[in-house]
């Protein structure tokens, strides 16, 4: 499955952002998908992610302001964002695994998309 991020840009803290994540492919209902951030100067960090069976994991720093979601009929996996922080400013990749878990372990993903910019400004 190929996958592409969109969604991102630059907004003021306290604001608000929806990522998308589209998937090309067969079967992607069978797949686990993530979200991932990488920041200047710092490693890929696991954000959120959703299982096919539509079970959702968060990182604490993200827990009660984001949201992960999908929609099977459009092989889309969404993730809102609200109550941004400065500390959200990254680049947002989206991953997915054909397995029934998550992981927040980067090298668990065959499928990446190409990352989108999220900046929040303060």
């Known amino acids: 499955v190929q996958l592409q991020a969109s969604g991102g840009g630059l907004v003021q803290a306290g604001r608000y952002l929806r990522l998308s994540c589209a998937a090309s492919?067969?079967?992607?209902?069978?797949?686990?998908v993530g979200w991932f951030r990488q920041a200047p100067g710092k490693e890929r960090e696991f954000v959120t992610g959703i299982t096919r069976t539509t079970t959702t994991y968060y990182a604490d720093s993200v827990k009660g302001r984001f949201t992960i979601s999908r929609d099977n009929a459009k092989n889309t996996v969404y993730l809102q964002m609200n109550s941004l922080k400065p500390e959200d400013t990254a680049i947002y990749y989206c991953?997915?695994?054909?397995?029934?878990?998550?992981?927040?372990?980067?090298?668990?993903?065959?499928?990446w998309g190409q990352g989108t910019q999220v900046t929040v400004s303060s």
């Open positions: 492919g067969r079967a992607f209902s069978t797949y686990s």
């Open positions: 991953a997915a695994r054909q397995a029934f878990y998550i992981t927040a372990f980067p090298a668990d993903y065959k499928n």
